[in-house]
């Protein structure tokens, strides 16, 4: 039995995961912990990180790798994914941590993200078709699943922080926004081979976009958030959300008060893909690119 540490750079924040492994591949989360980064926030113009985003990695590993020590891990590894992907400067970046931290760090392709995604989707429930999206700050991963195999995977060049920058967008998208964000996501999604995609009646959103969306609209309808909820409910909220509909912004400033700039950007993420795959149902995933990672790259196992 081990206890083995996941740690994931992302856009939005550095999170950890720590797990109790067994010889057999068996795994159970123990321990979770993160600290928010907002590193698209710090991207220059000329597609660089800037010194203050540069900061802000090593300084939230320093402290992520300080609780996993203080969870006993005996072993760590450090992923990351478009946050130190997509930045002109990465090499910079990853020797700065190298340097100052004392961690490598493993960036791994949008390709690998969404698999490791769909890895962690399949060991967590008994799905055997779906869309699996996971919009995070600077990509958003999708993946097509049928019998329990992937049939088409792909990472799309925006999150809703880049689209937060792109658009200049305030809390309330106006309609002109709305609809180039819908455009732009239409093209991507073609552009990465899902022009004409089979039906999915189930879309499983991971990652905290899906999380808060789950999360609002189980508090606004007073249901559980982990359980399975229809779209057309997704989308009327998203509807009072573009609209400043009071309660619906009342509960969004209660609950997800970091998210208040990028909530309109990931709710029509979410729609807009759910309505090329025609999707009827929503779930929230008990999954993540760190449970995928552990999977895949350390117990070389998949469900």
Known sequence: MARISIIDVGSNSTRLSVYVCEP????????????????????????ALSTEGIDRVCSSLQDVLANSRGNYADETHVL???????PSNAAEVLTAVQTRVGVAVEVITGEQEASMGLSS????????????????????????????????ASSLPFGVLALKKRFDT?????????TQIKEL????????????????KRLY????????????????????????????????????VHAADR??????????????????CGLLI????????????????????RDGYLIERVLNTNN
């Open 24 to 47: 057999d591949g068996s795994h159970v989360l123990v321990h979770q912990f993160r600290v928010p980064t907002s590193l698209g926030l710090c991207m220059g113009e000329d597609g």
């Open 80 to 86: 990351a994914t478009a946050s130190l992907r997509d």
């Open 121 to 152: 989707l399949l060991n967590s429930c008994e799905c055997t078709d779906g869309v699996s999206v996971d919009a995070g700050g600077r990509s958003t991963e999708v993946v097509s699943f049928a019998g329990r195999a992937l049939v088409h």
């Open 170 to 178: 305030e809390r309330v998208l106006s309609a002109q926004q709305q």
């Open 185 to 200: 996501v239409c093209a991507e999604l073609d552009r990465a081979g899902f022009e004409n995609p089979d039906c999915r």
């Open 205 to 240: 959103g991971l990652g905290g976009t899906a999380r808060a969306a789950a999360d609002l609209l189980g508090a606004f309808h007073d249901t559980d958030p982990q359980k399975p909820f229809a779209m057309q409910r997704l989308a009327d909220f998203a509807e009072r």
């Open 247 to 264: 309660q619906a912004w009342t509960l969004i400033e209660r609950i997800y008060p970091k998210r208040v700039e990028t909530i309109g």
């Open 270 to 289: 979410l729609l807009t893909i759910a309505e090329r795959f025609c999707v009827e149902e929503f779930n929230l995933a008990q999954a993540s690119v």
